[in-house]
């Protein structure tokens, strides 16, 4: 399956950069990509008030550029993350929507893991202060593929992950906005080892640059199911494509077969 990721660097306006982004992703579909994966925060980044303020319903006018993508190309895209409205003012959902070939919401996952963390000399973030915290694991059917949704922070939590591939998952999927202070050291190394330990893909959409003093890492890539890096994105917004074939993930399974050789009966202390 043809895949492109979208690297973004989107700002403080909704509608600009919801354009920006469909229009990179309008240029990977038109290239041949059957699933375009889009990053983190797609529509805002800037004040909480700001991303407040920038919530919209799902499917709603932020997902219907990219469903028109979806239906003209007949491919599938991943709206990386958006302000989804939720019972909360003050709290919207941060959710990647899976828009189907017919333009359809087929799935949504909201983000479990919220990023509230204070890194000495970079990022101090309270992420549950904006966004509410989502509840459930989501696996959606992508071209006879089975997609594992995630965000960001949560790539730190490998049990989600491991959920996701005993359920059946192949790609894992995490679009992110990871931070520059914290991606130099931990972005590829947990991309990689997300990868290794499922003997799964892994796609990982980025925003790259962003508001002063806290700029995002970019180096969007796609990781196969041993851990190589095939495709990797350069400091700029762009595009990288690469071809996932399923196949590769019965292969690495069965040559270090890590999901049948758990036993979680002897996982227990005391």
């Known amino acids: 399956m043809p895949v492109a990721l979208i690297q973004t660097d989107a700002g403080a306006d909704p509608e600009a950069n919801v354009a920006r982004a469909a229009e990179l992703a309008e240029a990977a579909a038109a290239d041949g990509a059957r699933l375009v994966a889009l990053p983190e925060y797609l529509q805002?980044?800037?004040?909480?008030?700001?991303?407040?303020?920038?919530?919209?319903?799902?499917?709603?006018?932020?997902?219907?550029?990219?469903?028109?993508?979806?239906?003209?190309?007949?491919?599938?895209?991943?709206?990386?993350?958006?302000?989804?409205?939720?019972?909360?003012?003050?709290?919207?959902?941060?959710?990647?929507?899976?828009?189907?070939?017919?333009?359809?919401?087929?799935?949504r996952y909201r983000k479990i893991h919220l990023f509230d963390v204070a890194i000495d000399n970079g990022p101090v973030d309270l992420e549950s202060g904006r966004v509410l915290a989502g509840t459930e694991p989501v696996i959606a059917d992508v071209a006879g593929a089975r997609l594992g949704m995630t965000i960001c922070y949560d790539l730190r939590f490998p049990e989600l992950y491991r959920t996701l591939a005993l359920a059946g998952a192949e790609i894992l999927a995490v679009p992110s906005n990871f931070t520059e202070r914290t991606g130099r050291d931990h972005w590829e190394v947990l991309l990689r080892a997300r990868a290794i330990e499922n003997g799964a893909w892994v796609i990982a959409p980025s925003q790259i640059g962003g508001p002063p003093g806290h700029p995002a890492y970019g180096h969007a890539m796609i990781v196969d199911p041993w851990g190589i890096v095939v495709a990797h994105a350069p400091d700029r917004e762009s595009v990288v494509h690469a071809l996932i074939d399923t196949s590769r993930v019965t292969e690495a399974r069965r040559q270090i077969p890590v999901l049948a050789n758990r036993r979680p009966e002897a996982y227990r202390l005391g």
């Open 44 to 107: 805002y980044r800037g004040s909480d008030a700001g991303f407040r303020a920038s919530a919209r319903p799902i499917p709603g006018p932020f997902t219907a550029p990219f469903a028109e993508i979806a239906k003209r190309h007949a491919c599938w895209i991943l709206a990386g993350s958006l302000a989804e409205a939720s019972g909360d003012p003050e709290r919207p959902y941060n959710t990647s929507t899976l828009i189907g070939p017919n333009g359809s919401v087929v799935a």
